[in-house]
């Protein structure tokens, strides 16, 4: 026995696995998932909630009820199920109804729990596969990102943390499901935060009961789990081997030979993604286009897997970026762009007295306190006659602009960066900044007009500013 309490014979441990299931579209999936764990030589229970019974066959207890009227409410069912059984098991796993997990999934879990802190649980991240038998990862996508400053030795394992901590599943030892119990954040109402309903009830060991997720970065394949509906795949920006370039300069930071570092907060707690900093953002064509065709080099700012950079290389510019963090950065490096790593300011200082022909910074002004103070540092390092793009959400937009002006909802947190994470900013207000700073805006663009409510949803009605849910400006300096 070691200290997850476990005698190591997996003969003699008691798993409890709780499944949530809404309706019949993942029958087939469910019944397989169900199949694993009953295969595994542990002493296994299943227990599926749902909103209705399901014929599971025998060993399978079915209950049927929502926690509350919200249909989405449902995998929150599983938390007093694990709860009451708390003294009667080993391990607890919660799962939604498609994931792949197996025998040697469980067995890496404990052996990585045995060498973690008491607040460190091993998380796991899941994959799909494409046509071409690619995988390609669920979790990174948007603004979701490793933690650069997370990397930790733990005994024979390096861990690090990513900031999405959703998979559809965990597992907890018996004495970490004790402690979240303790903790008042795992036997809840069901509820929202920073993740939605499903998403909520499968993270909050991790976001309310004062325990972290970790990735065993050392040991990646014990730690991926199928999303067997492969139903992403298309979409999915990050393949497996691209993952695994950054988790390699993951463990180049903890040797030693790779710095540690963020360019800025790239997120915010309250608002959709959409509003965020993506690290997969895709390039362009309004920004491409508004880059003057006699520019030799240009500066970005933001730069996340860089794909931008590299369209700029091709068309024959000499690309600098500042990168969002110097773990997504490497890969922009690997390309031949030269990247420079730190904090904003430490960047803009490196830089010195360059100036470049074009300056480029995209969907990062409003995550600023201050979005005029980086829009002056950008200025300064345009050349005479060079140009500055930028671009962000229109949050003059009129459906966001009615929300916030009357505080609906979360809109109402808009008012205060303090509280939001969001400075209001667009062409109206940055361009008294640009004219002050000896510069001037020759062109702004309003882009994106797909109408998200009402019986128009879907149709794409331009109406300037009061559609667009993105604009663009250029200025000349």
């Known amino acids: 026995m070691d200290n997850t309490g476990i005698t190591p014979d997996s003969h003699r441990i008691r798993l409890l696995v709780a499944i949530a299931s809404y309706g019949e579209k993942n029958m087939h999936f469910l019944k397989q998932v169900i199949r694993n764990y009953q295969n595994m030589a542990m002493a296994v229970d299943v227990v599926v909630v749902s909103e209705a019974p399901k014929d599971l066959g025998n060993g399978v207890r ?83 990102h490793w933690k650069t400053e997370s990397v930790r030795r733990r005994g024979a394992y390096t861990v690090a943390e990513f900031t999405n901590e959703h998979a559809g599943f965990y597992i907890l030892t018996q004495t970490q499901l004790k402690r979240a119990i303790a903790s008042g954040g795992f ?78 907060a790239v997120e915010s707690e309250f608002f959709p993604s959409r509003w965020q900093k993506s690290y997969y953002e895709k390039p362009n064509d309004e920004w491409l286009r508004m880059i003057p065709d006699e520019a030799k080099t240009v500066l970005t700012i933001g730069c996340g897997w860089g794909a931008t950079e590299e369209k700029l290389k091709q068309r024959g510019l000499k690309v600098t970026t500042l990168p969002l ?29 360059r100036s470049f022909d074009c300056v480029l ?52 947190r808009l008012r205060r960066f303090d ?38 949803r879907g149709s794409r009605i331009s109406l300037g500013r009061f559609t667009a849910r993105q604009w663009i400006l250029q200025a000349r300096c």
């Open 419 to 456: 509280s939001s994470g969001i400075s209001i900013c667009g062409p109206g207000t940055l361009a008294e900044c640009i004219d002050k700073n000896g510069s001037h805006v020759v062109a702004v663009r309003w882009l994106d007009h797909v109408i998200e409510q009402g019986w128009l």
């Open 325 to 353: 963090d110097s773990v997504v950065g490497k890969q922009a490096a690997r390309q031949g762009i030269e990247t420079i790593y730190g904090e904003m300011d430490e960047c803009f200082n490196t830089l010195g007295e």
């Open 62 to 144: 079915v209950q049927v009820g929502l926690p509350s009227k919200n249909p989405w409410s449902l995998p929150f069912a599983h938390k007093d199920i694990l709860a009451k059984a708390v003294d009667s098991y080993d391990l607890f796993v919660y799962s939604e109804d498609d994931l792949g997990v197996s025998e040697a999934n469980i067995k890496a879990f404990l052996r990585a729990t045995a060498e973690l802190k008491p607040d460190e649980i091993a998380g796991f991240l899941r994959y799909e596969v494409d046509q071409s038998g690619a995988w390609l990862l669920t979790e990174p996508w948007g603004h979701y």
């Open 187 to 264: 036997l809840r109402e069901p509820y929202t935060g920073r993740y939605s309903w499903p998403e909520t009830a499968a993270t909050d060991p991790y976001t309310s009961c004062g325990f972290r997720k970790v990735i065993c970065i050392s040991d990646i394949d014990d730690f991926l789990i199928h999303h067997m509906p492969n139903r992403y795949a298309d979409g999915l920006p990050v393949s497996l081997s691209a993952f695994k370039e950054q988790i390699q300069t993951l463990l180049e930071i903890q040797d030693g030979h790779h710095p540690a570092s963020i360019l800025c």
């Open 361 to 412: 910074l995209t969907n990062l002004l409003h995550l600023q306190p201050d979005p005029k103070i980086l829009v002056e540092h950008c200025i300064r390092k345009v050349v005479k006659g060079g140009t500055l793009i930028l671009s962000g959400p229109n949050f003059d937009r009129a459906p966001w602009f009615i929300r916030r002006n009357f505080s609906t909802g979360e809109f109402r």
